[in-house]
C-alpha cells in the first residue's frame, strides 16, 4: 500500500509517470518482475498519467532513455534516508541534470516492508490491508 500512495501522489506531480520495475538479480524477490509489473497495472488503472515499465541496468539511463527529469523514491524512516542519500549521489554523479525527490510515506504505512508481508502470509495472516487487492491475489497464488 505504501508504493501505490507514492505512487498516486508522485501521479500529480508531473504530465506522465513512468513506474520502473527494476530486475535485481541480487534480491530474492517473491515475484518477478513482469508479474510485479502486472499487480502494478491493475492497481494504477486508475491513473491515466501512469505508465510501468520493467528494466534492467541502471535506474539512471532507464530514466534518461524515457526522458524523466526526476526520480521518486519514498522514505518511511532514518535508515531508508542514508541509504537512498548515497543511492541518489551515486545517480547524481552518473547523471547530475536528473534529480530525486524523496516523499515521505504517510504515517499508517510507514512500518510497512515486504518481508513483513511476506511473514505475515507465510504464516496465514490477513495481508488485505497491507497489500492493493491484485497483489493479494498474487502471493496468496503462490
Request: aromatic share 8%; glycine share 6%.
Amino acid at each position: 500500500m505504501g508504493h501505490i500512495d507514492i505512487i498516486e501522489r508522485a501521479s500529480h506531480l508531473c504530465d506522465r509517470l513512468v513506474v520502473a520495475v527494476g530486475v535485481n538479480s541480487e534480491k530474492n524477490a517473491f515475484m518477478p518482475p513482469t508479474e510485479r509489473r502486472d499487480a502494478l497495472v491493475e492497481c494504477t488503472q486508475h491513473l491515466p498519467n501512469v505508465d510501468v515499465e520493467v528494466f534492467s541496468g541502471l535506474l539512471v539511463t532507464f530514466a534518461k532513455q524515457r526522458g524523466c527529469q526526476f526520480i521518486v523514491r519514498g522514505l518511511r524512516a532514518i535508515s531508508d534516508f542514508d541509504y537512498e542519500f548515497r543511492v541518489s549521489m551515486a545517480n547524481r554523479s552518473l547523471e547530475p541534470d536528473l534529480e530525486t525527490v524523496f516523499l515521505l510515506t504517510r504515517e499508517e504505512y510507514s512500518f510497512l516492508a515486504s518481508s513483513v508481508v511476506r511473514e505475515v502470509a507465510g504464516l496465514g495472516g490477513p495481508i488485505e490491508k497491507f497489500v492493493p487487492e491484485p497483489v493479494r491475489r498474487r502471493i496468496q497464488a503462490r
